[in-house]
């Protein structure tokens, strides 16, 4: 169950990537992202857009490691952030389910939600 939380995890943030990749290349995607404020990201949120698929490569590292499906990070650091990525993403899912876009809050608020469920799997199933 850890592994497969891992996993899904890992699909959601590899097309959470693939969307802020767009994002920063200019597609008309804005109404998913960044409060739904721009169709097409000015240059500042494109360069969130970059720092995120960066971020959320990290993630993965530290959610497949607390999932022992890796090793390379220290084990205080998949331990304890493991429980921060889970804060983190509920914390995603109030965001997103206040923001002012209504695409926003339909997409990503599951998203935070299903990310959030599947850490917290993942911490609780640490040895």
Do not use: K
Not at 80 to 85: A, E, Q, T
């Amino acid at each position: 169950m850890i592994t497969l939380a891992a996993v899904l995890a890992c699909v959601l943030l590899a097309a959470l990537g693939i969307l802020q990749l767009l994002l920063l290349t200019g597609r008309p995607l804005g109404r998913f992202a960044w409060g739904g404020q721009h169709e097409v990201l000015p240059r500042g949120l494109r360069v969130g857009s970059a720092v995120s698929v960066l971020l959320y490569a990290f993630f993965a590292v530290v959610i497949l490691q607390a999932a022992e499906v890796l090793s390379g990070l220290p084990d205080v650091v998949a331990g304890v952030g493991i429980w921060v990525l889970t804060g983190y993403f509920a914390l995603g899912v109030v965001m997103n389910g206040i923001s002012r876009s209504r695409p926003e809050r339909l997409l990503m608020t599951p998203v935070a939600l299903a990310l959030a469920g599947c850490c917290l799997v993942v911490a609780l199933g640490q040895a």
